[in-house]
T-cell receptor, first 112, second 112 residues
């Protein structure tokens, strides 16, 4: 089955700095990669996703890059704000089954 | 759009009793729903895939007789924790699939 590894487990940045979270996956059949943000005690919220037919996707301060050859993808947050503080999860999925395999999560702390 | 509700949001029960958790997609139809379990400061662990009109598919290590799943309609899936014990205490989250997974707010279960 698919194995998704996520690094780092915790990340502290100063407000205004950039944050990068990296994930690797093992199954070359995976073709969909969503990122979720989860605040304490709340539901995971989809923040951005990318499919395997593109290498990069951007939405305002958030971007995701995908390297299919190396089987890794990354989340980039620019101009971080305190409200970006949360746990971020990456996931990998093969569209035939719609199952998501989640990474272990990254706790992002943005210091004002 | 793509709102998923879950009920109840929290429940306390005595050991040996059964607890039913409902997951509803409010503004879309979902042929597939998923049930996850999340321990404090950990990732989402997929328990089972629930398909409307058919039997659920359980992940390895998940007892299907203990965690009964019913997907009676395109907008409702239920998880019943049978004969609950303290080790079943956890945060249970469902998701509904429509091009991606949209999560419910979760149910916190405490078994005394």
């Amino acid at each position: 089955g698919e194995n998704v590894e996520q690094h780092p487990s915790t990340l502290s940045v100063q407000e205004g700095d950039s944050a990068v979270i990296k994930c690797t996956y093992s199954d070359s059949a995976s073709n969909y990669f969503p990122w979720y943000k989860q605040e304490l005690g709340k539901r995971p919220q989809l923040i951005i996703d990318i499919r395997s037919n593109v290498g990069e996707k951007k939405d305002q301060r958030i971007a995701v890059t995908l390297n299919k050859t190396a089987k890794h993808f990354s989340l980039h947050i620019t101009e971080t704000q305190p409200e970006d503080s949360a746990v971020y999860f990456c996931a990998a999925s093969e569209s035939r089954f719609n199952k998501f395999y989640f990474g272990s999560g990254t706790k992002l702390n943005v210091k004002p | 759009g793509a709102v998923v509700s879950q009920h109840p949001s929290w429940v306390i029960c005595k050991s040996g009793t059964s607890v039913k958790i409902e997951c509803r997609s409010l503004d879309f139809q979902a042929t597939t729903m998923f049930w996850y379990r999340q321990f404090p400061k950990q990732s989402l662990m997929l328990m089972a895939t629930s398909n409307e009109g058919s039997k659920a598919t359980y992940e390895q290590g998940v007892e299907k007789d203990k965690f009964l799943i019913n997907h009676a309609s395109l907008t409702l899936s239920t998880l019943t924790v049978t004969s609950a014990h303290p080790e079943d205490s956890s945060f249970y989250i469902c998701s509904a699939y429509m091009e991606t997974q949209y999560f419910g707010p979760g149910t916190r279960l405490l078994v005394l």
